[in-house]
C-alpha cells in the first residue's frame, strides 16, 4: 500500500476537522472508549460493583485492549508516511520511542504482561492494573487541556522552580524548628523531622487534617507565626500558574479569532 | 383591555425606575416577601421554632402562595404585551416556557402539588418543601448579582471546562494512587476509588475535615506531593472566576457613569 | 485661653510632624500606652498572670484611664479652636458625636460606668471589659491602616455588596441541599438549615474543622461539587480586598512621592 | 602571596562562571555537600536510621565541618583581596562581620562549640544541633531564590507592614470576641485570650485543625462571621508577595535577556 493510504488511515486516527465525519466519528468513539475505561478503573474498585458486573468489566476490558492494540498497529504501521519516520525499520522504532506511542503501549501493556510473565504475584498484578490508568493520557491528542498544563509548566518553569525551591527550605525551616520544640517522649507525629513535614505540609497547604498540631504553648505559637508567613508563600505557585493560565489561554483565544477571520 | 394598560401593570411588576412609587413600593414588597420566604424555609427547620411558631409558618405559606400565584397569573395574562409574547395563546405558552416564568411556576407549585397528587408520601412532600427554595430566584428580577454570576461564567465558559476538566483528571490521578497505596483491610474512607475521591477533594480543595487521611509512609509522602502541587490546580478556577467579575464590574461601573453624563 | 493656646494643644496631641519633639513624644508615649492596654486585657484573661499581676492591672488600669480621661477632656476643650466645632456648646456637642470623640468616650466610659450603675451585675461587667478593646482603635489617629481599609472597602462597596450576596445564597443553597440529605434522626450537626450552614461556612471557607461533613454517599458527592465550586466563589472578596489594597497602597506611595519632591 | 591569588582563589570558591572547570566543580561540590548535609540533618532525627547509621552520621558531620572550617579560612584569609576589606586586620574582622561571614560561622560553630564548653548539657546541644541547619543559608551564594525573596520583602515592606498589622488588629478582635462568648468553665481551648488566638489562626488561615472550635450557636454564629470576613483579609499578604514576585521575576528576566543580546 502507498503512502497515500497510510496517510488517510493517519488523518482518520488522529483529531480531524469538523467537516471529515468518518475521521469524526472515529474520535468520538475512541474517546468515549477511553472515558468508559477510566470510569470502569474506578468503579471496579467498589466491592459491591465488582462482585455484580465483575465479569462485564473483564469483557469490556478485554474489548477496549483489542481496540486500542490494533489502533497502536495501525499507527506503527503507517507511521512511515510521516516524513521523519519514513525508514521501514529505524523510523518505526524512533515512532514507538515519541511519547505519544508510549502513553499508547503503556494503555496496553497492563493487559499482555501477565499473560507473559507467568510467575507475576499479586502485588505486581495491582500495580499493572494501576498502569490502566493512563490510558487518561491518551485523551491528550483530543483535548487541549493537557498541552496546555505542559505549555504553562514550560514558560513559567523559572518561576516555578524558584518557588518551589522556597517552599521546600520554608517546609524544612518550619518542621525542623516544631520537631526541636514539639518532640517529647510518647508524643505522636513529632517522632522525627521527616515526620514533623507531614505537619508541615497539612499546615502550610492549610488543609489542615487536625491528626497532627502543636500542644506545647511555645509550640502553638510557632505554628501560629508559621501558619500567618507560611500560607502566602505557599499560595505562589497557585498564583504563577494561574497568571499563566490566563496569558496562554488569551494567546490561544487570539489566534482561533485570527485564524476564523 | 388594552395592551395601554397590560403594558402599564407589567412595568408595575417589574423593576421599576425611582420616580415610580407604586412600582418602586411593589418591588420591595415582593423582595420583601422573597427574602422572608427564604428565612421561613431555614428556621422552620428548626425544631423549637418549628414547634412554636408552627401554625404561623403554615399561614404565611398560605399567603405567599397566594400573593405569587397572582402575580404569576398577572404575567402570564399581561405577556401578550410584549411583541414576541402576542398570540393569546401560543404566546403565552412560549412565556410559560421561559426562564422566568419556570422559576415563578416553581414557587408555588410546591403547594400545589400534594392537593392534585392525593397520595404523595413523606419524602415526595420534603423534597417539594425543598423546591420552595427557588423563589430565592426570584430575586433574580431586581438583583443584578444573579445576572452578573450568569455572564461571567458564559464569558469564561471556555476555561472554566478546561481547568474543571484538568482539575477532574488531577483528582482521579491522585485518589488512584493513594487507593493503591492506602487501601488495607480495615481500612476506612480508602476502600474504593470513589471513597478515596472524598479524600481527594477535602485535600485539594483544603478544606480537610480530617476524618480521612493517609497512615503509611508512603501514602503521607504521596498526599504530600499532591497537596503541594494539587493546591495550586484547585485554585485556578477561584482566579478566573474572580478576575471574571473584576472585568465584568468595572465594565458595568464604566457604562453606569456614560449612562449617568 | 485664646485659640492660639488650643491651636498649639490640639497639635501637639494629634500625630505631629518630625520637627516637633513635643507633640512626637506625647505621639509615642500615648500609641505606647493603647498598645500595652491591648496587652494588658490579653494577658489578663490568663488566669496564672492574673492571680499573680492582678493588682498591677489595676492600677495599670487607673492609671490609663485617667491618662486617656484627660485628653478626652482636653479635646473636647481645645476643639473649638477648629471652625466647625466653634460654638462653645453646640460646637462641643457636635464634637462628641464625631466618630473620633466617640472612640475616645468608648475608650474610658467602661471604668466609670460600674460606679455609676451601682447594681451593675457580673456579666455587665464582663461585656464592659470587652470594651476596653475599643481603645485599640484610638490608634486609628496615628496609624494609616484603619483609613486605608474604611477606604479599600468604601470604593469596592458595590463589587463586595454583589460578591457576599452572592456567597449568602451559595451558602443557603448548599447548606438547605445537604439538611435535605443528610439530616437523619441521632445525626448531629445537620439537625437544622441554620446547623447545617456551619457546615457550610466550614466548608466553603475550607477552614474544615472535622466537627461536622457528611457521612451518605449522597452527602458525600454533594459536598465534593459544593467544595470544587464554592471554593472559587469565596475566594472573590479576597481577590476584590487584595485588588483594592494594591491600587489604593499604589495611589498612596505616588502621593507620598510627589510630596517628597 | 600576592593579591593575584588571593583573588584567584575567590573566584574559584565563588559562583563561577560556565567557562572556568574548576570553579565549577567546586561550586557544584559545596552545593552538594550543604544539601547532603541538610539531608543528614533531617535524616538522623529518625530513630531507625540513626540507630544503624549514627557513626556514619558522624563522619560525614566531621567531615563537613572540616570542609566547612577550611572554607571559611581561606575566605578570611583571601578576603583582603577585595577593596573594602583590604587592611589585613580590620579588614578581616569587617569582613568576618559581614552576613556572608556569619552564616559560614554559624555553618561550623555548633561543631566547635560543645568542645570549649566542658559543660554544655543536653538541652543545650540539642539547640546546637539545630544551627547545623543554618548550612543550608550558605546555599543562597549559589541560588537566586534567597535573594528574591529578600528584594520582594525589601520592595513591599510597607504593603506588608500595614497588612501584618491589620491581621493582627483582626485576629485580636476576633479572639476577645471569641473568649467572651465561648469562656466556659471546663471548656478547653477557650480559657484565655492568647489560648483563644490558637483558634483565631487556625480558622483565620482556613488551616481548621478541629482541635478547638466554638459550640455555643452565639460562637458558631460569630465564627462563621470572622471567617466569611476575615479569610480575604488573611489571603492579602499572600497576593501582595505574589504580585511582588511576578514583577521582580520579570524584572529579571528582562535583565537576563538583555545582559544575552
Redesign the interface.
Known amino acids: 500500500m502507498g503512502n497515500k493510504a497510510k496517510q488517510k488511515v493517519l488523518k482518520t486516527l488522529n483529531k480531524g476537522d469538523e467537516n471529515d465525519k468518518l475521521s469524526k466519528g472515529f474520535d468520538t468513539f475512541i474517546m468515549a472508549l477511553i472515558l468508559l475505561n477510566?470510569a470502569a478503573?474506578?468503579?471496579e474498585?467498589?466491592?459491591s460493583i465488582h462482585l455484580r458486573y465483575g465479569d462485564f468489566f473483564d469483557y469490556f476490558e478485554i474489548f477496549s485492549v483489542i481496540v486500542f492494540s490494533i489502533e497502536y498497529l495501525i499507527r506503527v504501521w503507517a507511521c512511515t508516511a510521516i516524513e521523519k519516520y519514513r525508514h521501514p525499520v529505524w523510523g518505526r522504532l524512533k515512532y514507538m520511542m515519541s511519547i505519544e506511542a508510549i502513553i499508547d503501549l503503556l494503555a496496553i501493556i497492563p493487559f499482555y504482561l501477565p499473560i507473559v510473565l507467568s510467575n507475576a504475584d499479586g502485588r505486581m498484578i495491582?500495580?499493572l492494573r494501576?498502569l490502566r490508568?493512563f490510558r487518561?493520557f491518551k485523551l491528550g491528542r483530543y483535548?487541549?487541556?493537557f498541552g496546555?498544563?505542559t505549555d504553562v509548566i514550560r514558560k513559567r518553569k523559572?518561576?516555578l522552580v524558584?518557588?518551589?525551591?522556597?517552599?521546600v527550605?520554608l517546609l524544612?525551616?518550619a518542621s525542623?524548628?516544631m520537631?526541636?520544640i514539639e518532640?517529647k517522649p510518647g508524643r505522636e507525629g513529632f517522632?522525627?523531622?521527616?515526620?514533623t513535614?507531614?505537619w508541615g505540609?497539612?499546615?502550610l497547604?492549610?488543609?489542615?487534617?487536625?491528626?497532627v498540631?502543636p500542644i506545647t504553648p511555645l509550640g502553638?505559637l510557632l505554628?501560629?507565626v508559621i501558619?500567618?508567613?507560611g500560607?502566602?508563600?505557599?499560595?505562589?505557585?497557585?498564583?504563577?500558574?494561574?497568571?499563566g493560565?490566563?496569558s496562554e489561554?488569551s494567546v490561544r483565544?487570539k489566534k482561533k479569532k485570527q485564524q476564523n477571520e
Request: charged share 15%; hydrophobic share 60%.
Open positions: 477510566v478503573v474506578i468503579l474498585t467498589v466491592e495491582r500495580i494501576l490508568l487518561l483535548s487541549m487541556a496546555l498544563v523559572e518561576e524558584v518557588t518551589l525551591t522556597l517552599l527550605i524544612i525551616f525542623t524548628l520537631y526541636y518532640n517522632e522525627s523531622i521527616p515526620e513535614m507531614w505540609v497539612a499546615t497547604t492549610t488543609v489542615g487534617y487536625g491528626d498540631y502553638k505554628g501560629a501558619a500567618i508567613l500560607v502566602g508563600l505557599f499560595a505562589l505557585p497557585a498564583g504563577i500558574i494561574a497568571a493560565f490566563e489561554l483565544k
